[in-house]
């Protein structure tokens, strides 16, 4: 499946422990490269950064997050 903008995703499991139950929204693509923004905070203003698209899954259990 391709990741496009406003997805929900997570990185691949045993990637990285420490992102083991957070959920992003792609916010914009660039090449290989997404912009993510937190989505599962209650944070005003979501912490966002960049990753390599071949590192994440798409994330299909909405009613599980708040968002």
Same mark, same amino acid.
């Given at each position: 499946m391709e990741i496009?903008? &406003?997805d929900l995703v997570t990185f691949k499991k045993s990637l990285y422990e420490d992102e083991k139950n957070?959920?992003?929204r792609?916010?914009?693509i660039? &090449?290989?490269r997404g912009m993510l923004e937190l989505a599962n905070t209650?944070?005003?203003?979501?912490?966002?950064?960049v990753a390599i698209l071949s590192e994440l899954d798409l994330f299909f259990d909405e009613?599980?997050?708040k968002i």
């Amino acid at each position: 499946m391709e990741i496009k903008t &406003g997805d929900l995703v997570t990185f691949k499991k045993s990637l990285y422990e420490d992102e083991k139950n957070t959920v992003y929204r792609v916010l914009e693509i660039n &090449g290989d490269r997404g912009m993510l923004e937190l989505a599962n905070t209650n944070m005003i203003i979501r912490p966002q950064s960049v990753a390599i698209l071949s590192e994440l899954d798409l994330f299909f259990d909405e009613e599980t997050i708040k968002i």
